[in-house]
Structures are given as structure tokens and as C-alpha cells.
């Protein structure tokens, strides 16, 4: 399977910085084979990276998703409109959706049963804090939000694409070992009944991506903060395999 590098802007880039930052990665490594590569904009931005990305290697995924098709949701983004704009991925359960905006493992069970649906593939976002790793629960917390986010839907993981993504990692500028990585990566594949594919997220940069994609266990990054600009993204994209 070939790994998976995605780019989660966040609550950045306007439509027009996303353009540019996506004619700027075009050109670099619009041509780029051995690896999918997922662009996820904010909501706004979603049409005109769609636009130009199609016919291309490039991915289109999404930050959030309401576990409802339609209705009196006001702020609310369906998956089905998602899929209209030419996503074909969904970012679930981030760690800033849980802690930020208060979304537990339940909401994040019904969002992921809709998306496989209708057709959306979820990247599962699951990881500790760091009062959590101090205090050693870091496997009792990964534990409890796949369980809970996998009810009633255990036997279609495979599906989907998970994300190790420790909380005290993403953005703060520091990254799990891979030895750290590494022991998240095989609790969680011995946790799941099916082979799935893990991403490593957190702090993840053009220093580090060589180091994180040399072990085996990590078949992917899910990249924030250095995603925003062409030069970094594009070195993390050609990582040394």
C-alpha cells in the first residue's frame, strides 16, 4: 500500500492562498508517484482546490463532518456535500474537535458510521495527552476511544485510515520518538480485528519526516502547521523511502 502523506490546514488559507499554495505544490510535486497525498482545506476553500486538483495525484479531504445528511443544523457541513465538492476523505475525531469543541467518543461513532455510508473515508484521529502519558494511560485512552468509536461498525476498520496523533505533539513543536510512535502504532494494529492503515501525526516536519517514515509501522503522516507552506510540505511529501 502505498503511504499517505495529508496536509490539515486547519482554520487556514482563503480560498485565494489556497490556490496559490496548490499551483505552488503542482509544480514541485504535482507529478509524484509511491505515495497518496491528501490536501484537506478549510470548508471554503474545499471548490477551489477541488477545481484544480481534479485529474491530478492529489487527494481531496475535508476537516469535519455532522453525522446527519441534512436538517436544522445551522454551521453544520453534511458528508454528502462533502462528497458533491469531490472529497473523498474526512478528518474525524481530531484531538482539537474533542478537547476545543467538546466532541466525545459518541459523536465521533455516528459521524464515522455515516461517512463510510455514503462513501467518505474517515481518517480516525485518536491520541493522549500529556497528563495522560505521565500518568501511563496512554494505552487505556487509545483503548477506549477506538472501542467507542468503532461501535457497531468494528467489522468495517479496515476501511478506515487511523491517526496516531499524541495531544501534547500536535503543535507545540514536539514529536514523539519513533520508538514512541512506534509502540502506538502495534497497540492500536493489535487492537483492530483487520490490517489497517496508521498515520503518525504531531509536530511532523521536513527534519523529522525521514526518520518517522523509515519505520514500518508508521505508513503515513497527517501534517499540520508545516503543511501551510509549499517548500516544507513538498520536502515532506518526497520523503527518503
Not at 477541488?50 to 436538517?71: D, I, P, V
Request: proline residues 4%; neutral net charge.
Amino acid at each position: 500500500m502505498e503511504p499517505i502523506i495529508a496536509g490539515n490546514w486547519k482554520m487556514n488559507m482563503d480560498p485565494a492562498e489556497s490556490r496559490t499554495l496548490v499551483q505552488d505544490l503542482m509544480k514541485s510535486v504535482g507529478d509524484i508517484k509511491g505515495r497518496i497525498v491528501i490536501l484537506i482545506p478549510p470548508f471554503t476553500s474545499l471548490a477551489s482546490v477541488c477545481e484544480l486538483t481534479r485529474n491530478t495525484r492529489f487527494k481531496l479531504g475535508a476537516q469535519n463532518m455532522h453525522w446527519e445528511r441534512s436538517g436544522a443544523y445551522t454551521g453544520e457541513i453534511s458528508g454528502l456535500f462533502l462528497k458533491s465538492l469531490g472529497c473523498e476523505y474526512v478528518v474525524l475525531g481530531h484531538s482539537e474537535r474533542r478537547h476545543i469543541m467538546g466532541e466525545s467518543d459518541e459523536t465521533v461513532n455516528k459521524k464515522l458510521k455515516v461517512a463510510l455510508e455514503i462513501g467518505l473515508i474517515p481518517i480516525f484521529c485518536v491520541g493522549e495527552t500529556e497528563q495522560e502519558r505521565e500518568s501511563g494511560a496512554t494505552e487505556q485512552v487509545i483503548r477506549r476511544q477506538i472501542s467507542e468509536g468503532l461501535k457497531g461498525i468494528e467489522n468495517e476498520a479496515h476501511k478506515i485510515v487511523f491517526a496516531y496523533e499524541p495531544v501534547w505533539a500536535i503543535g507545540t513543536g514536539k514529536t514523539a520518538t519513533p520508538e514512541q510512535a512506534v509502540a502506538a502504532h502495534k497497540f492500536i494494529r493489535n487492537l483492530l480485528k483487520k490490517p489497517s492503515t496508521i498515520l503518525y501525526g504531531g509536530s511532523v516536519k521536513p527534519d523529522n519526516i525521514d526518520t518517522l517514515m523509515k519505520e514500518d509501522e508508521i505508513q503515513g503522516v497527517l501534517v499540520g502547521g508545516a503543511s501551510l507552506k509549499a517548500d516544507s510540505f513538498a520536502r515532506i511529501i518526497k520523503f527518503i523511502q
